[in-house]
């Protein structure tokens, strides 16, 4: 049986009683000295306990201990912490965490080792409780853990996972349907390969924070070592796998940890691969995640517009990708946009909307219905509302739209104009009659004839043509909210 422990423990007397106990109970203790060893432990030795020293509450510890709890992964490990704070800020915090024991030294040789026996005990009942057929289920969850485990580490995701995920099902399902890679694009290995995406850069849990976080260009060394993500995700993949039995959904993984950086000429990292050499879904991840770094905002540059973004791409045809590969992507331009789009990163939208910001802030505009015939446009719209912590419903036409604001309140009905069954006058008109109805912006294609004034008749009290720029809804919205007053 496995018997790691992992302690991170400061004080001396603690450390030499700790010691004493772990050799009576035959156990063996692993020290780390900086919390990046924690995680990269944490994956490699599939820890029986974790006993830590938290003094105060800015340690990181604290936060780690919640990362922890979060994940299916690695929340049942138990954890013992020792302080020697009295401090009430921090016992609470403590209380809160969920964990196994808190102990207060002078450290009693019987009793610490009484409590670690109890501990161990309790999670060996646990693991009796797991049966085989939990495996599969154990599998997959533990899988989405670890991704979950890499999003809290790496600055760069956010919605970043989702969005390589969809580019790269774009490209293989629309790559099956002009002929090529049939052989391994069937359903099966598309959606294995959509699920193993996110795992890509599983291995920067383990690069230290004052490299995976550097706002800065990294210097030649820091770059060797932010290199070695690919390495460092392949080995814990391929560790996974020899524990679980292999899958070939952890190949996929492993795989796309691998070589998502290698180059179709050669070039890349970590192996240099050439061409083919390369797995097919290393060279579906390059162009993927090429093109959402360049058109998304990053701690060290700004986004790059769409086109900007696709002409690179064209320019590592043969080089940087497999020609396949960005033929099939200048096919997808609208769609790539559309993904983009879709899955906006919620805090650069924020951030560029002062006045949205304040509108959310002060409760002013909570609940959005978009009123929109186009499904693209509406789902689009919604996400990226959502992103920005709106609550949001939508209809397909006026009759929807109708019987909504009937039956709930908003403060802001976005609207389309031209609409099958009941258009967006129709349905101003409409709500116009209600005592107290919500404020309602146009949203419509570029069409000059219509003014402001004709559309005050139906109600309409704002107007803003597409595509929509969110900022100018907030404007529109604060100004008609002052004008009320
Ligand atoms: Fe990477």
Redesign the pocket.
């Known amino acids: 049986m496995n018997k790691n422990i992992i302690t991170h423990i400061k004080d001396n007397e603690i450390v030499d009683t700790l010691k004493t106990i772990f050799k009576e109970l035959q156990l063996i203790e692993l020290k780390i000295f900086e919390y990046e060893e924690f995680f990269h432990a944490l994956m490699h030795v599939d820890p029986k306990m974790f006993i830590v020293e938290i003094n105060d509450v800015k340690n990181p510890y604290l936060k780690i201990i919640k990362i922890m709890k979060k994940s299916v992964l690695t929340r049942d490990v138990p954890i013992i912490v020792i302080t020697k704070s009295k401090s009430k800020e921090l016992f609470d915090q403590l209380c809160h965490l969920d964990i196994q024991a808190i102990i207060y030294p002078p450290l009693y040789i019987s009793i610490m080792k009484l409590t670690i026996e109890s501990v161990l005990k309790s999670e060996k009942d646990r693991e009796m409780l797991l049966s085989t057929q939990d495996i599969q289920t154990v599998q997959t969850v533990m899988i989405s853990s670890l991704a979950t485990l890499a999003e809290y580490r790496d600055p760069e995701t956010g919605e970043h996972i989702k969005r390589t995920q969809n580019y790269v099902k774009a490209l293989a399902t629309t790559l099956r349907k002009d002929g090529l890679f049939v052989d391994e694009l069937t359903d099966e290995n598309i959606e294995l390969i959509y699920m193993s995406v996110p795992l ?2 599983i291995g ?1 849990v383990a690069i230290k924070d004052n490299i995976l976080l550097k706002p800065g260009r990294l210097s030649g060394s820091e770059f060797e070592t932010m290199k070695t ?2 390495t460092l995700g392949y080995e814990t993949l391929i560790n996974v796998g020899s524990k679980l039995k292999s899958s070939a959904f952890l190949e996929y993984a492993a795989d796309v940890a691998y070589t ?2 290698e180059k179709y000429d050669g070039t890349g990292y970590p192996m240099g691969l050439k061409g083919d050499e390369i797995p097919l879904i290393g060279r579906l991840m390059a162009v993927a ?1 090429v093109y959402d770094a360049l058109v998304s905002k990053r701690v060290y540059k700004e986004s790059m517009t769409h086109s900007d973004a696709i002409d690179i791409i064209r320019s590592g045809d043969g080089t940087h990708f497999d020609p396949r590969i960005v033929a099939c992507t200048l096919k997808l331009e609208a769609t790539f946009q559309n993904i983009s789009q879709t899955y906006i990163d919620a805090d650069h939208l924020y951030k560029s909307n002062s006045q949205l910001a304040t509108l959310l802030e002060n409760n002013l505009l909570k609940k959005i219905l978009v009123v929109e015939d186009s499904r693209i446009v509406r789902t689009i719209t919604k996400n990226q509302l959502v992103a920005l912590g709106f609550e949001v419903d939508e209809a397909e036409d006026g009759v929807v739209g109708l019987q909504k604001v009937q039956s709930n309140k908003y403060d802001l009905i976005l609207l389309d104009l031209e609409m099958p069954r009941m258009n967006g006058y129709e349905m101003a008109t409409e709500v116009k009659k209600m005592s107290q109805h919500p404020i309602m912006i146009a949203i419509t294609a570029a069409d000059f004839n219509i003014t402001l004034t004709e559309l005050k008749t139906f109600g309409i009290m704002g107007l803003i043509l597409k595509p929509l720029d969110f900022n100018r809804i907030a404007t529109n919205y604060a100004e008609i909210l002052r004008a009320k007053e």
């Open positions: 890509h850069d920067k993500h690919t998502h950086h995640d």
